[in-house]
T-cell receptor
Framework: AQTVTQSQPEMSVQEAETVTLSCTYD???????LFWYKQPPSRQMILVIR??????QNATENRFSVNFQKAAKSFSLKISDSQLGDAAMYFC????????????FGKGITLSVRP | DSGVTQTPKHLITATGQRVTLRCSPR?????VYWYQQSLDQGLQFLIH???????AKGNILERFSAQQFPDLHSELNLSSLELGDSALYFC?????????????FGQGTRLTVV
């Protein structure tokens, strides 16, 4: 079974600085998808960024980018120019390539942003 | 707005009772997933329905059941409720596939069992 590990329960970053959130996963599959979801205090789960395992290029969405290391099974999220609105819980998630397969989540990391 | 609607947003009920949580997926999405989020267990997959048929079960208790109706909305039924069932219950939907689909989440139903 696939597992997703987020070993840091909490992190803090100064506004306008850069922070990296770590995630590792375990799978025997060669092709799969990885995601980062954001959960603000409103509790809504918001997709931040996604990465297809077959792509070598790291995904980027505005201030959010990932460092995908397939051999190391590592998938970290970098947030640049951190903003107060980035404060939230962030979940790393894994999904098989089957169109209807489920998401497996890590435990999440709480990110606080200092003004 | 993800396009996934969950009702009710909040629910308070007593131990031993039965409740029904409802989810309307995004227009055109055939898959519905249910997740439970609690403080100690994180986000746990409960069950997946595709076009009315159960496709996969996760850590779903026997006291819990779900179904997906012909109009594609889904209901999660929780019975003989216990204090430990208090959690945030999410529904997510995704499309018919093709090569790659992502899951869109509703705002969740916060269940409090007292």
């Amino acid at each position: 079974a696939q597992t997703v590990t987020q070993s840091q329960p909490e992190m803090s970053v100064q506004e306008a600085e850069t922070v990296t959130l770590s995630c590792t996963y375990d799978t025997s599959e060669s092709d799969y998808y990885l995601f980062w979801y954001k959960q603000p205090p409103s509790r809504q789960m918001i997709l931040v960024i996604r990465q297809e395992a077959y792509k070598q290029q790291n995904a980027t969405e505005n201030r959010f980018s990932v460092n995908f290391q397939k051999a190391a099974k590592s998938f970290s999220l970098k947030i640049s120019d951190s903003q107060l609105g980035d404060a939230a819980m962030y979940f790393c998630a894994y999904r098989d390539t089957g169109a209807n397969s489920k998401l497996t989540f890590g435990k999440g990391i709480t990110l606080s942003v200092r003004p | 707005d993800s396009g996934v609607t969950q009702t009710p947003k909040h629910l308070i009920t007593a131990t031993g009772q039965r409740v029904t949580l409802r989810c309307s997926p995004r227009s055109g999405d055939l898959s519905v997933y249910w997740y439970q989020q609690s403080l100690d267990q994180g986000l746990q997959f409960l069950i997946h329905y595709y076009n009315g048929e159960e496709r996969a079960k996760g850590n779903i208790l026997e006291r819990f059941s779900a179904q997906q109706f012909p109009d594609l909305h889904s209901e999660l039924n929780l019975s003989s409720l216990e204090l430990g069932d208090s959690a945030l219950y999410f529904c997510a939907s995704s499309g018919t596939g093709g090569f790659f689909t992502e899951a869109f989440f509703g705002q969740g139903t916060r269940l409090t069992v007292v």
